[in-house]
């Protein structure tokens, strides 16, 4: 059973910085690929950024490029989004999720492995 938790969500001024952490647990995760999601009020979930745990490589959504950074720590079975710069627009709840399949995928739909959520909000 795979299991995803989210933390590190929280109230930042515009032009802040948050780190978000996705600890994953219940299977070996080498052919994985771990997507960060997010979903304000109103909106669909919409993609963030991912990374393929066997090489590192990644992925970013044009809305965060230069700003946002994913990254994942072996020995701890987790990943990070750092998150910079940010601005109110990146107010939203952000999930963390998994796909065996090793593919990125824009899709929400193609992750089957979801964590709870964790709220971020962006004042100005």
């Known amino acids: 059973q795979v299991q995803l938790v989210e933390s590190g969500g929280g109230l930042v001024q515009a032009g802040g910085s948050l780190r978000l952490s996705c600890a994953a647990s219940?299977?070996?995760?080498?052919?994985?690929?771990m997507a960060w999601f997010r979903q304000a009020p109103g909106k669909e979930r919409e993609f963030v950024a991912a990374?393929?745990?066997?090489?590192?490589?990644?992925y970013y959504a044009d809305s965060v490029k230069g700003r946002f950074t994913i990254s994942r720590d072996n020995t701890k079975n987790t990943v990070y989004l750092q998150m910079n710069n940010l601005k109110p627009e990146d107010t939203a709840v952000y999930y963390c999720?998994?796909?065996?399949?090793?593919?990125?995928?824009?899709?929400?739909?193609?992750?089957?492995?979801w964590g709870q959520g964790t709220q971020v909000t962006v004042f100005s």
């Open positions: 990374i393929r745990w066997s090489d590192s490589s990644t």
């Open positions: 999720a998994a796909t065996p399949s090793g593919t990125f995928y824009y899709a929400a739909g193609r992750y089957p492995y």
């Open positions: 219940g299977r070996t995760f080498s052919s994985y690929v």
